[in-house]
T-cell receptor
């Protein structure tokens, strides 16, 4: 299995531009998570899906952030418009079942908003 | 709300020395407990987890962790650190009795290994 695949690995954009981060979970996993990691705030859960349905989006910073999971094999996290304070590493993770199962993380997308 | 505290932001140990990384949680019941490691530029990898049974859990790469209910702790240990263990370590908790619940992570501890 190729693991959780995220793209792009790096993104550099100008303030105000739209940014779309992509994630392909491990086949057969029914839960998908988006995390953001910064030095100041550490690892924060933004949103998670179960069977393609958003369960908890309370971690999404503001309306500029949106996430979708149109099918079991693909999810996007979109920031529009982007701001410099959005600069961070964004991780996608997937899980096969219940809370006691482990999360499998992608390698992350390093986002820099200038 | 559940929370996870890793009191040590940065730890430096000499290669071959023993290691203990601290983790404390706050929750009304015993949650599921995890330790993850993140190498530079990589995603997180699970080291070990605890959800019931023996309170001393063995993981990969020679790591172990001990769950202490009375102290609400789940500290990670390794008897002899290798240079390749230099990384960031995250403790995480998951809610019991929920379907596809979320995991809450601590802020992480950065481990530096001196030669």
């Amino acid at each position: 299995d190729a693991g959780v695949i995220q793209s792009p690995r790096h993104e550099v954009t100008e303030m105000g531009q739209e940014v779309t981060l992509r994630c392909k979970p491990i086949s057969g996993h029914n839960s998908l998570f988006w995390y953001r990691q910064t030095m100041m705030r550490g690892l924060e859960l933004l949103i998670y899906f179960n069977n393609n349905v958003p369960i908890d989006d309370s971690g999404m910073p503001e309306d500029r952030f949106s996430a979708k999971m149109p099918n079991a094999s693909f999810s996007t996290l979109k920031i529009q418009p982007s701001e410099p304070r959005d600069s961070a590493v964004y991780f996608c993770a997937s899980r096969a079942g219940q809370t006691n199962e482990k999360l499998f993380f992608g390698s992350g997308t390093q986002l820099s908003v200038l | 709300a559940q929370s996870v505290t890793q009191p040590d932001i940065h730890i430096t140990v000499s290669e071959g020395a023993s290691l203990e990384l601290r983790c404390n949680y706050s929750y009304g019941a015993t949650p599921y407990l995890f330790w993850y490691v993140q190498s530079p530029g990589q995603g997180l990898q699970l080291l070990l987890k605890y959800f019931s049974g023996d309170t001393l859990v063995q993981g990969i790469k020679g790591f172990e962790a001990e769950f202490k209910r009375s102290q609400s702790s789940f500290n990670l240990r390794k008897p002899s650190v290798h240079w390749s263990d230099a990384a960031e370590y995250f403790c995480a908790v998951g809610l019991r009795n929920t379907n596809a619940g979320k995991s809450t992570f601590g802020d992480g501890t950065t481990l530096t290994v001196k030669p």
